[in-house]
């Protein structure tokens, strides 16, 4: 009807995946609008969004997993050291993952956002659920049932299951016996009553009170699209320092208000070192002593 039309990438970059891409013909965007004109935006998401399952934050939400997946192909297309093996985005269950409840015995699931895996000159892999949190979930338990399916997932090993399906997928050939390690990507943005910063707190302590101190990583979306494959993450492993510096700079952090003992969260969280994906990084402080005057003046 000439309302769409389908978009063609001749640089390759899709040519692990080759999904169907159509965009808005000018046409279309004036049908749009003629169907729409006498309706405000609210309106509009309820009206003709909702009635169809999805709202303004699911568009929000997938152009915006497009933005930092695309700006983690094209990070990986400039090294010489590490290429992309495979990309998997949520399509036909492909990014499914099922584990056992540890405490039921019962199948649990989620659909993870994207699954991605890199692999070295030397043949190194590496692999990475992703997660893209855009502070529409406000529901805390399902956050949480999330995050211990993606535990349970790591701690039972199904992991391999699951890398032979993809490399069936793909045609690919990677060494699938062991245990495989995963890592979890949170990448999150922020929303209108709260910063980037505050919802990566608020995430990182759902995965600490999990001990999720190596399998969960996280790092705001600005931080993320600035220098994907550079050191934007922070991971629970390297908080206990954090903390341990809190309590001694701030005897009376107990006694603070919740509002403020999250400020001083978020503070010493700006201090801690963060981590690439590619390097491991080497031991070293976290902390500074100049930052001690900081912790103890947050207190008055």
């Known amino acids: 009807m000439g309302y769409v039309d389908k978009a063609l990438l ?6 692990l995946q080759n999904p169907d891409i159509f965009y808005l013909t000018g046409q279309g965007i004036k049908a749009l609008r ?15 969004t909702k009635k169809r399952g999805f709202t303004m934050s699911f ?5 915006k997993l497009t933005d930092l997946l695309l700006a983690f192909k094209d990070a990986l297309a400039k090294r010489e050291d590490w290429h992309l093996l495979y990309f998997e985005r949520d399509k036909r269950g492909d990014t499914e993952i099922k584990a056992k409840n540890p405490e039921t015995g019962k199948d649990i699931k989620i659909h993870a956002d994207a699954l991605l895996g890199m692999q070295d000159s030397q043949g190194k892999t590496e692999h990475f659920v992703i997660e893209f949190d855009n502070c529409s979930e406000t529901d805390e338990r399902k956050i949480v049932h999330k995050m211990q399916t993606l535990r349970a997932f790591n701690q039972q090993g199904v992991f391999m299951a699951k890398l032979e399906q993809i490399a069936q997928r793909h045609d690919l ?3 699938v016996s062991g245990k495989v390690p995963f890592r979890v990507l949170f990448i999150n943005d922020g929303g209108a009553m709260t910063t980037p910063e505050r919802r990566r707190h608020w995430l990182f302590e759902r995965a600490m009170n999990l ?8 790092a705001t979306l600005q931080d993320f699209l600035q220098d994907p494959l550079g050191a934007v993450f922070i991971r629970g492993k390297d908080y206990q320092p954090v903390d341990e510096h809190i309590q001694q700079s701030l005897p009376n952090f107990e006694s603070l208000t919740p509002r403020r003992q999250t400020r001083v969260k978020i503070e010493a969280m700006r201090m801690m070192k963060r981590q690439s994906i590619i390097v491991e990084p080497t031991p070293e402080s976290t902390l500074q002593e ?5 912790f103890q003046k947050m207190s008055i």
């Open 59 to 63: 568009y929000k939400h997938e152009l």
């Open 173 to 175: 050939a990677f060494d």
């Open 290 to 294: 100049k930052y001690s005057e900081q």
């Open 211 to 218: 001990k999720g101190y190596k399998l969960f990583w996280f």
């Open 10 to 15: 001749r640089d390759g970059m899709w040519s």
């Open 34 to 48: 003629a169907q729409c004109h006498d309706l405000n935006p609210f309106e509009w998401q309820h009206r003709y």
